[in-house]
């Protein structure tokens, strides 16, 4: 596969889990084992091989198109009791 396939596909989802603000992180990660976050941390890594330095939070804005304090107040609910047991049992399986 190209770079640029990769590439298209990286931003394909990107903008996936932007629209898809009602699925939260703690569902992707109890079904994927990974979140916006990690995305954002693996963005942050590839960005630093090739020499260009992105903090933390950089990093998710560019997942998240906005700031996750923004995106936090606008979309993300508490867990439920349902989610944190599942999550668990997501954890134990790993």
């Not at 994927?32 to 990690?38: Q, S």
């Not at 560019?62 to 936090?72: A, C, F, P, V």
Request: hydrophobic residues 35%.
């Amino acid at each position: 596969m190209s770079e640029a396939a990769e590439a298209a596909a990286f931003r394909r989802l990107v903008e996936h889990l932007r629209r898809r603000h009602d699925v939260q992180n703690i569902e992707l990660m109890t079904l994927a084992g990974f979140c916006r976050n990690c995305l954002a941390d693996w963005y942050r890594e590839a960005a630093q091989e090739e020499g260009v330095v992105l903090d933390k939070e950089q990093a998710r804005e560019r997942i998240y198109g906005m700031s996750t304090q923004e995106w936090k107040s606008r979309y993300q609910r508490e867990a439920t009791p349902e989610q944190l047991a599942a999550f668990a049992k997501s954890q134990e399986q790993s």
